[in-house]
């Protein structure tokens, strides 16, 4: 099976409001999901340029966007993901 993708914005807009901490996303994953993911950091997705998006910070995970993104938000949607696989 393909990992799903997980792009965590580190432009400078989502990085100020909250990618930072995102970057620990690894240390917190549960232990049955390190292996389904592929972790990687991404500059600017455009999507803090777009109002229709939401709020930063956003993470990608497969093809769908994670707006005002967290750690447990994320963890949620990778879930998601692999449920519907
Ligand atoms: S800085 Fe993250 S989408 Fe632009």
Redesign the pocket.
């Known amino acids: 099976m393909d990992k799903i993708k997980v792009e965590i914005?580190v432009?400078?807009?989502?990085f100020i409001l909250g990618a930072s901490e995102l970057q620990e996303l690894e240390r917190f994953l549960p232990e049955g999901l390190r292996d389904k993911v592929d972790i990687t950091g991404a500059t600017?997705?455009?999507?803090?340029?777009d109002d229709n998006y939401g709020q930063?910070?956003?993470v990608r995970v497969g093809n769908r966007i994670v707006s005002n993104a967290s750690i447990s938000s994320v963890i949620e949607q990778i879930e998601e993901q692999l449920k519907h696989r």
């Open positions: 914005c432009g400078t807009t989502c600017c997705l455009g999507m803090c340029k930063a910070p956003f």
